[in-house]
């Protein structure tokens, strides 16, 4: 099963954009890149997944690199509310499991 | 997350007592999914469920057993509480069917936690 790797924090201010890596080396090719945040310790919250191609919703962006081996969520203009621990994972070749790492914490500073 | 309903929200235990935290979904999700996270640290996978009458083991499943009584319902239970125990328990839901793509392209719902605390 593919394992990724975060910064384990980061600041951003208010009103630009957030742009949070995350390494996944070992993706093989059929999984895909999920990002999730958790805010206050509440149930995870999905954001956007990929497989090959950029994607965008009304949340976020994420960029996938050719190789696939590296992924970037971009939050484009941070608000405090975006203040959460971001979790990137790999959905695994294995029907089932869903496993988090510790995430990156985000603090969106005025 | 009113797809997914965990109960309670909060309970207090002495240690050796026992205890079952429900999980119910309105989503006909096939795969459930049970989660712990201590404080300052990410998820961990305590048992799963692919499927009504299937369960296997997470990452920390030790100290736990879990029950699928339907496809709703995926209860946690703990037969002798320890203290180790204290945390914020997760309860999860995914529509794992279809192919390997389809399988891979569903994201999860979680509930909003059960916080537990064993004295």
């Known amino acids: 099963d593919a394992k990724t790797t975060q910064p384990p924090s980061m600041d951003c201010a208010e009103g630009r954009a957030a742009n949070l890596p995350c390494n996944h080396s070992?993706?093989?090719?059929?999984?895909?890149v999920y990002w999730y945040r958790q805010i206050h310790s509440q149930g995870p919250q999905y954001i956007i997944h990929?497989?090959?191609n950029n994607e965008t919703n009304e949340m976020a962006s994420l960029i996938i690199t050719e190789d696939r081996k590296s992924s970037t969520l971009i939050l484009p203009h941070a608000t405090l509310r975006d203040t959460a621990v971001y979790y990137c994972?790999?959905?695994?070749?294995?029907?089932?499991?869903?496993?988090f790492g510790a995430g990156t914490q985000v603090v969106v500073t005025p | 997350n009113a797809g997914v309903t965990q109960t309670p929200k909060f309970q207090v235990l002495k240690t050796g007592q026992s205890m079952t935290l429900q999980c119910a979904q309105d989503?006909?999700?096939?795969?459930m999914y049970w989660y712990r996270q201590d404080p300052g640290m990410g998820l961990r996978l305590i048992y799963y469920?692919?499927?009504?009458?299937?369960?296997d083991k997470g990452e920390v499943p030790n100290g736990y057993n879990v029950s699928r009584l339907n496809k709703r319902e995926f209860s946690l239970r703990l037969e002798s509480a320890a203290p180790s125990q204290t945390s914020v328990y997760f309860c999860?839901?995914?529509?794992?069917?279809?192919?390997?793509?389809?399988?891979?392209?569903?994201?999860?719902?979680f509930g909003d936690g059960t916080r537990l605390s064993i004295l």
């Open positions: 999860a839901s995914f529509r794992d069917r279809g192919s390997q793509r389809d399988v891979s392209n569903q994201p999860q719902h």
């Open positions: 989503m006909n999700h096939n795969s």
């Open positions: 469920s692919a499927s009504e009458g299937t369960t």
């Open positions: 990929g497989l090959k």
């Open positions: 070992t993706i093989s090719g059929n999984e895909y």
């Open positions: 994972i790999v959905r695994p070749s294995s029907w089932g499991k869903f496993q």
